[in-house]
T-cell receptor, first 114, second 112 residues
Framework: GNSVTQMEGPVTLSEEAFLTINCTYT??????LFWYVQYPGEGLQLLLK?????DKGSNKGFEATYRKETTSFHLEKGSVQVSDSAVYFC?????????????FGKGTKLSVIP | GAVVSQHPSWVICKSGTSVKIECRSL??????MFWYRQFPKQSLMLMAT?????????EQGVEKDKFLINHASLTLSTLTVTSAHPEDSSFYIC????????FGPGTRLTVT
């Protein structure tokens, strides 16, 4: 079956540091890949997505590239801010399912300190 | 836009009682709503998918008689945990779908 593995947290960074959160997946075919973010007290929000190999999703300074050869979708940001403190979830859905059949990773908590 | 609310945000109940959690899409209509359960340091696990006006589809291993789901309108779905036990304590998250899933903030259930 489908599965998503993302790096264990928590991750603590200083403001303006570089962020990488690793995510790898197991799935047949070409799933769609997503990063969701959950700020304290709020629901999950879609941060970015990619639907085919070599696509790069980007939003709010975050980027992730769909790497079929390594089955990865690592999240990166060049300079994090305190406001980026949240829990980040990597997820996939089967090809053609949009975001209707999501399989999530365990989430990675990021804390950014001034 | 695309706001989903859950009520209550947290609830404590005694073992053996039932508790109802509401999920509402505030500014859009959702023909499909999903219910997830999240354990500490674990991923979100899909419990069931509900379509307005029809019976929910439960994932394997989820007791449909224990977790009653009602999706009576295009903006409201409810999850009732019947005869709750301490092992039902968890974080329950709903989502409502139009073109994609929009998630509620979650409900923390503690059964004592």
């Amino acid at each position: 079956g489908n599965s998503v593995t993302q790096m264990e947290g928590p991750v603590t960074l200083s403001e303006e540091a570089f962020l990488t959160i690793n995510c790898t997946y197991t799935a047949t075919g070409y799933p769609s890949l997503f990063w969701y973010v959950q700020y304290p007290g709020e629901g999950l929000q879609l941060l970015l997505k990619a639907t085919k190999a070599d696509d790069k999703g980007s939003n709010k300074g975050f980027e992730a590239t769909y790497r079929k050869e390594t089955t990865s979708f690592h999240l990166e940001k060049g300079s994090v801010q305190v406001s980026d403190s949240a829990v980040y979830f990597c997820a996939l859905s089967p090809a053609g399912a949009g975001s209707y059949q999501l399989t999530f990773g365990k989430g990675t908590k990021l804390s950014v300190i001034p | 836009g695309a706001v989903v609310s859950q009520h209550p945000s947290w609830v404590i109940c005694k073992s053996g009682t039932s508790v109802k959690i509401e999920c509402r899409s505030l500014d859009f209509q959702a023909t499909t709503m999903f219910w997830y359960r999240q354990f500490p340091k674990q991923s979100l696990m899909l419990m069931a998918t509900s379509n307005e006006g029809s019976k929910a589809t439960y994932e394997q291993g989820v007791e449909k008689d224990k977790f009653l789901i009602n999706h009576a309108s295009l903006t409201l779905s409810t999850l009732t945990v019947t005869s709750a036990h301490p092992e039902d304590s968890s974080f329950y998250i709903c989502s409502a779908a139009s073109r994609e899933q929009y998630f509620g903030p979650g409900t923390r259930l503690t059964v004592t």
